[in-house]
C-alpha cells in the first residue's frame, strides 16, 4: 500500500507533462504544487480508490463487488478516502462506470422496493446476485483498473488462484475490456508470487505465466497481455525503445514491469523512471509501487519521502487490517490450499462470460452485514479527508466503516511501531460496537453485551501499556459540532444533568491513566514494578466490564443507581491514590479498584443513556455527550499535570489534584440522584400536554352547537 501511495503522490505534480518536458525537469523528489496544487505527500485518485478497495475488503470480510462499487460512488460523490475531501483526477471510464451504478442503483431500488436511502447498505443474499455489477461498457481498457489493485492479492494471497481471478474482476467492473480483466490477473498473480517469497528474476521471469498456469485456471491471457508477460517491457532503452506511460492498460502495465526490471534493486530508482516517462506520470508509478513495494519491503522504502504521505499512520492501520483480516479469511475456509477451495460447492469460479455479481462464497452473502448506518449515508462530513496528522476524523475503524466521534483519543504509537494492528483496534473494540451494535441490536441482556464488546480497550491497556490515551486537538472537533450535534436534547433536563455529570467525571477519569507511572514515581515505587500498576488497571477494566456489564442486566438491578455507585467508588479510588506509599502493592490496590468500576462506568453510560434519552436518539444523544467529555478531557488532563508541576516540593505532588479530580468524579455521581425526580416532573408534564391535546381534539369532533354549549 505505502509502494503505491508514494509513486502516486511522487508523479502527482507532473500528471500530464509529457516525455520531453520530463527528459528537460525530471523529477528528483517528492514536491507539491503542479497539475493539481497538491501538498508534498498528498495522493490523487489511485490511492483513494485503492483505500476504497481496501475498506471493503476489511469492512465484509470477503470480496464483495457491489460494496467496491458504493465506495467509488462514495469517492465521487463525496470525497471518501481522498485527500482533499474531494473527488479529483477521476478517469472518464471510472467516472461512466460510477455513474451507470448510480443508475442501476436507482432502479434496483425501485424494482425491489428499497428506500433509495438504504441501498447503499444491500447485504441480502439474494439481492446481491440479482444485482449487476459489470458497469463498464464494452471495450474499455484504461489503466484505472490497475492502479488500485493491491488489496486483492494483499488480502487473498494465501490462496493464489482465489486471488488472481478476484484481481481481475476487481478491475472489470469498471473497465470491461478483456485486456483490463487478463492485466490485473498477471500483475495480481506477480504480487501474490511476491508476498510468497519469489525472487525478483522469478517475477521478471519471461516464464513465469507458464510456470503458474494453474493460478490462472489454465485460461490463456490476452494476447497483448500475454506478449508482456513473455518480457516485451525487458527494452533497456525505456522511452526511445518505445515504452510509454500512457492511460492504455497495456502501456500503464508495461511500463510498471519496465521500471521494476530496470531499477537496479533500488525502489527510488525505479519509481522515479516510471514517474519521468511522462504522460500518466501517477498512476504509473502508483502501479510500479503495489509490485516494488511488497518486493522490497516497507523498509526499503525512501524515508526521505514516507515522513511526508499523507495519513501515513492511517495506511499503516488499513494494512495491518487487510494482513489480519486475509488471515482471518484463509482460516475461514477451512481448507489447505487454493484448489479445494475453488472445487467446493460454496465457490463459483469466474470465467469472462459469467455474472459477475454471482462470484462470492455464500459464507461471505450470510455474514455480511450494512456496514454503513442510514444517518452515515447522509452525512458528507464523515466521509471527509484525512487530516493532516494521519487521521480520518478522529479515529477510523475500518472492520465496520465507522469514524468514531471522541475527539480525545489517539495513539500514541512507539517508533518501532510494534504490534500495529492491536495498536488501531484497541479502542475501535470500545466505541463502536458500543454504541451501535449493542445500542440497536441487543433488547435483552444489553448491559452484558456492552461490556463484552468495550473490553478490547482494556486488552490493550493490559498488554501493551505504552498505548496511552493522549488527547487531540480540540479545533477539529469543534468544527463539526454544528453539523453533527443535535443540541436540542439539552432540553431534557435529565440528559443536561447526564451530560454534565459526565463533564464533571472526564475532568479527572483520563488523569488517572495517564499519570499512573508518574504517581508511582512521585511515591518512590521501584521503577520495574510500576509497569504492574498500569497492567492492574486493563485487567480489571477488563472483568469490571463483564462482570458489571452482566450484573446491569439483573432485573433487581437499578441500572441508574449502579452507575453512580461505580462512579463514586471511581472517584473515591482516585483520592486515595496519592496515599499509597512507596509500595506497589497499595498502588495495585487503588488501580484495581479505578479499573474495576471506571470499567463498569464506560460499559453503563450508553445503557443508562438509553434510559433517559431512548434507543432512537442514542447516537445523537452520544454525539452531545462527547461534546461534554472532550472538553472536559482537554480541560482536565493538562491541569492536573500543571498542578502536579506547581506542588512539585510537596512530599505527595499529585495529592490536591487527584482529590480534585476525585471530588469531581464523586460530585458527578450524587447529582445523577436527581435524575428520577426530573423523570417524573417530565412525565407529569407531558401527561398534562397530552390531556390537553385531548380536549382540543375531542372539542374539534364536537357540533358547532356543543362547542358554544362548552
Known amino acids: 500500500m ?52 481496501a475498506n471493503s475488503l476489511i469492512a465484509c470480510g470477503d470480496f464483495i463487488p457491489y460494496d467496491q462499487l ?82 486483492v492479492p494483499l488480502f487473498f494471497y494465501r490462496h493464489p488462484k482465489v486471488a488472481v481471478e478476484y484481481s481481475g474482476i476487481s478491475g472489470k467492473i469498471t473497465h470491461g475490456d478483456v485486456k483490463a480483466y487478463d492485466a490485473c490477473r498477471y500483475y495480481g498473480a506477480l504480487i501474490v508470487a511476491a508476498l510468497n517469497g519469489a525472487k525478483k528474476s522469478e517475477l521478471t521471469s519471461k516464464t513465469f505465466y507458464d510456470e503458474h498456469r494453474e493460478w490462472f485456471d489454465n485460461q490463456a491471457l490476452h494476447p497483448e497481455i500475454m506478449a508482456i508477460a513473455g518480457g516485451s517491457y525487458q527494452k533497456p532503452g525505456g522511452y526511445k525503445d518505445g515504452i510509454r506511460g500512457k492511460g492504455y492498460i497495456v502501456n500503464a502495465l508495461e511500463a510498471a514491469l519496465w521500471a521494476f526490471w530496470s531499477d537496479g534493486d533500488s525502489f527510488e530508482i525505479g519509481v522515479l523512471n516510471a514517474v519521468n516517462l511522462g504522460d500518466d506520470t501517477d498512476t504509473t508509478a502508483a502501479i510500479y509501487g503495489q509490485l516494488a513495494g511488497v518486493h522490497y519491503g516497507y523498509k526499503k522504502l525512501p524515508e526521505k519521502w514516507l515522513k511526508y504521505i499523507y495519513a501515513k499512520d492511517f495506511l499503516r492501520c488499513v494494512s495491518s487490517w487487510i494482513a489480519h483480516d486475509g488471515e482471518q479469511w484463509s482460516r475461514n475456509q477451512g481448507i489447505p490450499d487454493s484448489n479445494e477451495l475453488t472445487n467446493s460447492s460454496n465457490f463459483v469460479l469466474f470465467n469472462s462470460n459469467s455474472d459477475v455479481s454471482s462470484f462470492s462464497t455464500q459464507h461471505s452473502y450470510e455474514s455480511f452485514k450494512p456496514s454503513v448506518d442510514p444517518d452515515m ?54 466505541y463502536l460496537p458500543a454504541i451501535v451494535s449493542v445500542g440497536l441490536y441487543f433488547e435483552q441482556k444489553r448491559a452484558f453485551a456492552m461490556g463484552i464488546a468495550v473490553c478490547g480497550s482494556g486488552v490493550v491497556e493490559s498488554i501493551l501499556p505504552d498505548v496511552t490515551i493522549e488527547k487531540s486537538p480540540v479545533k477539529s472537533f469543534l468544527n463539526q459540532i454544528i453539523e453533527q450535534i443535535d443540541i436540542k436534547l439539552l432540553k431534557n433536563a435529565a440528559f443536561t ?35 504492574y500498576i498500569v497492567m492492574a488497571i486493563g485487567l480489571s477494566n477488563i472483568f469490571g ?129 436527581a435524575i428520577p425526580f426530573l423523570q417524573r416532573k417530565k412525565l407529569n408534564d407531558n401527561q398534562i400536554e397530552t390531556d390537553v391535546d385531548t380536549i382540543h381534539f375531542e372539542k374539534d369532533l364536537l357540533s358547532q352547537e356543543q362547542q358554544q354549549k362548552i
Request: aromatic share 12%; charged share 15%.
Open 497 to 531: 444533568l447526564f451530560a454534565i455529570s459526565n463533564f464533571l467525571t472526564s475532568l479527572g477519569f483520563n488523569a488517572v491513566y495517564n499519570y499512573a507511572d508518574d504517581l508511582a514515581n512521585d511515591s518512590k515505587v521501584i521503577k520495574d514494578q510500576r509497569t
Open 2 to 53: 505505502f509502494g503505491l501511495t508514494v509513486g502516486d503522490a511522487l508523479g502527482a505534480h507532473v500528471e500530464f507533462r509529457p516525455n520531453s518536458y520530463l527528459v528537460a525537469h525530471p523529477v528528483k523528489d517528492l514536491v507539491g504544487g503542479g497539475t493539481w496544487g497538491l501538498e508534498r505527500g498528498q495522493f490523487t485518485d489511485d490511492t483513494s480508490m485503492a483505500l476504497c478497495l
Open 70 to 151: 458504493v465506495r467509488y460512488k462514495w469517492w465521487f460523490r463525496q470525497g471518501y478516502m481522498s485527500s482533499t475531501g474531494h473527488c479529483f483526477d477521476i478517469g472518464a471510464a471510472t467516472r461512466q462506470s460510477i455513474q451507470e451504478f448510480e443508475e442501476r442503483q436507482r432502479k434496483f431500488a425501485h424494482d425491489h422496493n428499497i428506500p433509495l436511502d438504504e441501498i447503499d447498505s444491500l447485504s441480502d443474499d439474494e439481492l446481491l446476485q440479482a444485482f449487476d455489477v459489470n458497469c463498464s461498457k464494452d471495450n474499455v481498457a484504461g489503466n484505472g483498473a490497475l492502479m488500485r489493485l493491491a488489496p
Open 545 to 673: 466490564r463483564l462482570i458489571i456489564g452482566y450484573l446491569g442486566d439483573r432485573k433487581w438491578v437499578n441500572r441508574l443507581f449502579f452507575f453512580i455507585l461505580t462512579v463514586i467508588i471511581s472517584g473515591v479510588a482516585t483520592i486515595m491514590a496519592p496515599l499509597c506509599g512507596s509500595s506497589v502493592i497499595p498502588h495495585i490496590g487503588y488501580a484495581s479498584f479505578f479499573g474495576f468500576f471506571s470499567g463498569g462506568y464506560v460499559t453503563l453510560t450508553a445503557i443508562v443513556l438509553v434510559d433517559i434519552v431512548g434507543i432512537n436518539k442514542l447516537s445523537d444523544a452520544f454525539g452531545v455527550l462527547l461534546l461534554f467529555i472532550g472538553v472536559a478531557t482537554a480541560i482536565g488532563t493538562p491541569v492536573v499535570g500543571a498542578m502536579r508541576d506547581t506542588f512539585s516540593h510537596f512530599a505527595r505532588p499529585f495529592l490536591w489534584p487527584y482529590i480534585i479530580c476525585g471530588g469531581c468524579t464523586v460530585l458527578s455521581g450524587v447529582i445523577l440522584f
Open 377 to 430: 449515508i447522509s452525512s458528507t462530513i464523515l466521509r471527509k479527508a484525512i487530516d493532516p496528522s494521519g487521521r480520518i476524523g478522529h479515529l477510523y475503524d475500518a472492520c465496520q466503516d465507522h469514524i468514531l466521534p471522541s475527539p480525545h483519543i489517539t495513539l500514541d504509537i512507539k517508533e518501532d511501531y510494534s504490534n500495529p494492528f492491536i495498536k488501531c483496534i484497541g479502542f475501535a473494540l470500545m
